[in-house]
């Protein structure tokens, strides 16, 4: 069974990096070919941030695409997210993913980052 | 790339069906059958309940079933149940390279 685990820190200031970590477990990181990342503001919707593959290929969400990098690290099972010039409207709970079949079947438990100073 | 068009809510008695719809557009509901639908509980991570527009997961009930009609989606489901009572979103690949775009999100309240 597929585990993932996101970490990283909960409060980023105002133009700040948010920089998250999601931990792999129960599994090869080549049991998919996709890996992603999805949030949701308080209260609101999800929305797809974008996806990396396993040999590193990385497609994002036209919305975050000048902010937004995504990298792998297959030697310790694990993928990041790095989201630059936040503001408060970055504040949600970030969901780590497996992807498959174009939808994601594994989440996260999620992590809640809020934007503040 | 806006978000999906889902109604706000939706209700139903226990054993009744309900419809709900995701209204997208011909660049992303209408182009493929790459439509996915995701149960969520309050405080909870979403749970995938169908994929490929109407493949089902394992485990999944077969009382949930998705269909599509040109730029619409839909997820059905059948003999509704207490535990059925939660949120609701679908979700699209859209464009090339593929991007992925959420539904508003449907509450389900089971009367």
């Known amino acids: 069974q597929v585990q993932l685990q996101e970490s990283g820190p909960g409060l980023v200031k105002p133009s700040g990096t948010l920089s998250l970590t999601c931990v792999v477990s129960g599994g090869s990181m080549s049991i998919s070919k996709w890996w992603g990342w999805v949030r949701q503001s308080p209260g609101k919707g999800l929305e797809w941030i974008g996806e990396i593959s396993h040999d590193g290929i990385t497609n994002y969400n036209p919305s975050f695409k000048s902010r937004v990098t995504m990298s792998l690290d297959k030697s310790n099972n694990q993928f990041s997210l790095r989201l630059t010039s936040v503001t408060a409207a970055d504040t949600a709970l970030y969901y780590c993913?497996?992807?498959?079949?174009?939808?994601?079947?594994?989440w996260g438990q999620g992590t809640l980052v809020t934007v503040s100073s | 790339q806006s978000a999906l068009t889902q109604p706000a809510s939706m209700s139903g008695s226990p054993g009744q069906s309900i419809t709900i719809s995701c209204t997208g557009t011909?660049?992303?509901?209408?182009?493929?059958?790459?439509v996915s639908w995701y149960q969520q509980y309050p405080g909870k991570a979403p749970k995938l309940m169908i994929y490929?527009?109407?493949e089902r997961p394992s485990g999944v009930s077969n009382r949930f079933s998705g269909s599509k009609s040109g730029n619409t989606a839909s997820l059905t489901i059948s003999g509704l149940q207490a535990e059925d009572e939660a949120d609701y979103y679908c979700c699209s690949c859209a464009g090339s390279p593929p991007s992925y775009v959420f539904g508003t999100g449907t509450k389900v309240t089971v009367l």
């Open positions: 993913a497996k992807e498959s079949h174009s939808s994601v079947d594994y």
């Open positions: 011909s660049s992303d509901v209408g182009s493929n059958n790459l």
């Open positions: 490929d527009l109407s």
